[in-house]
């Protein structure tokens, strides 16, 4: 703060930026500056602002009205202080692209005049006290490319850790450059919308711990359309009610997948050949089901994964020799299963396995030398778990 002083011209101050134009502040960046109190009504006197980051500081009471005066702004960074009102005034703001008001003392309900910022891209309102629905008019916002509502108390439409229920609106398909969208840990019922195939750029679609599925043939079929999302890494389904057979279309899934979670639902039948495309997984994550048969010599094609969770299914046969070309592994769990015959050897060529659980199967013989090598039994290391 000792750059702020009269000897020096504000325009060159740290943290402020002016215009090369007319010469008037155009970024205000003062996060992370241990700043206290609240801001004035003299920050509607800037009025060439562009872009305002208070974030991360101690700023308490309400968000100045004036703010609603500054024309130019497409930036509004107020996240992690203790703001507690959203100035009606703000609505005015309508070249606003970025958004951020997440980790204060929000209350009440979501305005639904953010439907009318058509230029936003980025949107976060998390860790608040938000409660009621959500405005169907962000649903309308076909810039945006970041949601992000988890942690209040909403109790309709997007986001994790709240309390939602019912099912997932369509008009969520609208926001077509949608990036990222968690709305985990809720009480979501019905499926997937097909149409959620429109969001090409999703990068992240996560709806781990809800009640979506009916635990009938079909309620997969969503994946088929997902096909269109060619971003995408990351794909959350674990404990839902997922039922049917695991389709075809999951082999082409995003090319870019890295993270794939559907344990704990009700699927059944075999895993199709094709999964074996996804050549980027890291995790994946197919325990608790229903799943039977083999596990296809597919897997062996999926040599960056590191976590492969098929326990407490009933996969029978043998272990897959084929398993030994994931040589990132650290995690492997195929406990409670149907597997017989002996451990392949060539697990040995897992040299990053941590943890490996073969418990409560059929299995017979001496564990392999090339395995017991990894997996010393007077060590406090990596976990080797056969009986």
């Keep these: 703060m000792r750059s702020r002083n009269s000897s020096i011209h504000f325009c060159n101050w740290i943290r402020v930026t002016c215009s090369p134009t007319n010469g008037r502040v155009a970024i205000l960046n003062l996060s992370s500056q241990k700043l206290v109190g609240s801001i004035p009504p003299s920050i509607g006197n800037l009025t060439s602002l562009t872009a305002i980051n208070l974030g991360n500081n101690g700023f308490h009471g309400e968000v100045p009205e004036e703010i609603g005066r500054l024309p130019r702004l497409q930036n509004l960074t107020l996240n992690d202080n203790r703001f507690s009102g959203i100035a009606e005034e703000l609505r005015s703001l ?12 929000l209350t009440g309900k979501i305005p639904s005049w953010i439907g009318n910022f058509s230029s936003l891209e980025e949107l976060s309102l998390s860790w608040n006290y938000l409660h009621g ?16 509502l988890s942690a209040n108390f909403l109790s309709a439409f997007a986001g994790g850790v709240n309390n939602f229920t019912g099912s997932i609106p ?29 969001l090409q750029g999703l990068v992240r679609l996560n709806f781990e711990f809800n009640r979506l599925g009916s635990g009938k043939t079909g309620d997969l079929n969503f994946l088929s359309f997902l096909t269109n999302c060619s971003s995408l890494e990351l794909l959350g389904l674990y404990v839902n009610r997922f039922g049917g057979e695991l389709p075809d279309s999951i082999g082409n899934l995003s090319s870019q997948l890295q993270m794939l979670t559907l344990g704990s639902n009700l699927i059944h039948g075999k895993i199709p050949f094709g999964i074996g495309n996804l050549v980027n997984l890291t995790a994946l994550g197919l325990e608790n089901n229903n799943f039977s048969g083999t596990v296809p010599d597919d897997f062996g094609k999926l040599r960056n994964l590191q976590v492969l969770d098929l326990s407490d299914n009933n996969f029978s046969g043998t272990i ?16 409670n299963n149907k597997f017989e015959g002996s451990i392949p050897p060539s697990l040995g060529n897992c040299q990053h396995l941590k943890t490996l659980d073969l418990s409560r199967n059929n299995l017979k013989g001496t564990i392999p030398k090339e395995v017991k090598y990894f997996f010393p039994f007077n060590c406090f290391g990596p976990v080797l778990t056969i009986f």
């Design 133 to 148: 629905n959500i405005p169907l008019k962000i649903g309308q916002l076909s810039s945006l490319g970041f949601l992000q």
């Design 170 to 198: 369509v008009s969520l398909s609208n926001a077509s450059k949608l990036e990222l969208l968690d709305m985990a840990e809720n009480g979501l019922t019905g499926t997937i919308p097909g149409s959620f195939g429109n």
């Design 320 to 335: 897959s020799s084929f398993l030994g070309n994931l040589t990132k592994l650290n995690t492997l769990f195929m406990a």
């Design 94 to 105: 309508s070249k606003l692209e970025v958004f951020v008001l997440a980790n204060n003392n």
